[in-house]
Nanobody
Framework: QVQLVESGGGLVQAGGSLRLSCAAS????????MGWFRQAPGKEREFVAA????????YYADTVKGRFTISRDNAKNTVALQMDSLKPEDTAVYYC???????????????????WGQGTQVTVSS
């Protein structure tokens, strides 16, 4: 059974940085494309970033492009989201998601992902 556990959330001032990590178990990690999504209070969950199975392809939402970096370590079964130059509008619960695929592709839609973590809270104060 696939399990995804996020960590690294917290409270940070605007302009600061946080690094989120997602530890995966119960799967052959290198067979999964991974993604990060977020959900702010009163809003729908939205795409943040995605990475292909081997890490060669990445994609970002326009709102985070140039500030966030997604990476993965297939030897450690982890995917990370480095968040720099944080803004108050980045405040949300951040979720890690996994999608089994035989292809070197990335997925942006929430419906593309089958497995999800429980989320970690990120709060950016102004």
């Amino acid at each position: 059974q696939v399990q995804l556990v996020e960590s690294g959330g917290g409270l940070v001032q605007a302009g600061g940085s946080l690094r989120l990590s997602c530890a995966a178990s119960g799967l052959t990690f290198s067979n999964y494309a991974m993604g990060w999504f977020r959900q702010a209070p009163g809003k729908e969950r939205e795409f943040v970033a995605a990475i292909s199975r081997r890490g060669g392809n990445t994609y970002y939402a326009d709102t985070v492009k140039g500030r966030f970096t997604i990476s993965r370590d297939n030897a450690k079964n982890t995917v990370a989201l480095q968040m720099d130059s944080l803004k108050p509008e980045d405040t949300a619960v951040y979720y890690c998601a996994a999608r089994l695929t035989p292809y070197v592709v990335i997925f942006q839609r929430e419906s593309d992902y089958r497995d999800w973590g429980q989320g970690t809270q990120v709060t950016v104060s102004s």
